[in-house]
């Protein structure tokens, strides 16, 4: 075997960027249509994602940005959805070429004998992985350009970044070894409440919202999974929805958890907006209960609760959901 056939030949990397936040199905549909191009496929959501199209190349017998311009099309005569596609030999180059397509959509494929000239004229801020924060010290040093960032010593932009800064110097440099992972969209479960009328009572809306939270938290631990993540939808009378997603401290499915973090949702949304109609709460990124490590509380309140929430558990088992719940529920239900 000679010595050139054992080198690693560069990838070809497909990163769908969305131009916004779908509803879950649609964002669902358009994993599907990623998925017929290619089997490596690897969610980002609630907005993007990565192909791998080494093996999708010759299997179709067409070039990366052709397949970049079936997936627009069908997503658009589809669903209505124009994405924006960037295609390289890396992630970070992918990634950086989808940033650079504008609205509404549109594909752009970087050549890996390319990529070097094409990012030495980007701005710092524009490499995928440069948070603003990295961006604004960059500059401070006079470092405005890829191309300057790729041309300094590790070292030194390590000094300046920390850890973060030698992988920033090698995406610089088109240097990325990560790999696509295929990853399909995280399990979800949603709980909703319509409103009878419009509301416009902070008290009212906040006592659907706990039923909304202890409906939640009974499913996940009735599924054995707990949620990575939280997604808060209002919807107002006559106006666009609102939408919030919040990650927690830990997986968790205890309404301690849940409560919390929703609350902390409803306070950010704020009711001054509009008449609501409805609220919609999601459980995202769900992983299995099992997984979860309980760490030991040296709150004897919370340590309680929890006991007290297995007890429930096993009444609605018995009686029914609605046998028990907390007193505020049951006002609003009247």
Known sequence: MSATSTERRPGVVMHVRCPDRLPEETYRQVLEQ?????PVVQ????????????????????????LGEILRLRTVSRYGVDVRVGIGPT?????????????PGGVLAIEAADVADWLALLLVEELHGIGPRQAATLRHYGVDRVG????????????????????AVDRARGIDPRTVTPRRL????????RFPHDVLDGAVARSALLGLVVQLGAELRRRGQA???????????????????RRLAEPSGHE??????????????????????GLALRGEDLVDGDRVAEQ????????????????VDRIREKFGPGAIGPAATYRSAS
């Open 34 to 38: 990623l998925a017929e191009l290619s």
């Open 256 to 277: 301690d958890d849940l409560r919390q973090l929703t609350y902390q949702l409803m306070d950010a949304a704020g009711l001054q907006r509009g008449r609501l109609t």
């Open 227 to 245: 949620a990575r993540a939280l997604t808060l939808t209002l919807t107002f009378a006559g106006g666009p929805a609102w939408e919030k997603t």
């Open 43 to 66: 969610a980002l959501p609630p907005t993007a994602a990565l192909v791998d199209l080494r093996g999708a190349l010759r299997y179709h017998g067409a070039t990366a940005s052709h």
């Open 296 to 311: 030991l509380s040296l709150d004897a309140a919370r340590q309680t609760r929890l006991v007290a929430e297995i007890a």
């Open 148 to 167: 300057l960032l790729a041309a300094l010593p590790a070292e030194t932009v390590q000094r300046l970044l920390g850890r973060a800064g030698r992988a």
């Open 186 to 193: 995280p399990a979800s479960v949603s709980v909703r409440h």
């Open 91 to 103: 992630i970070t180059v992918a990634a950086t070429a989808s940033a650079q397509v504008r609205h």
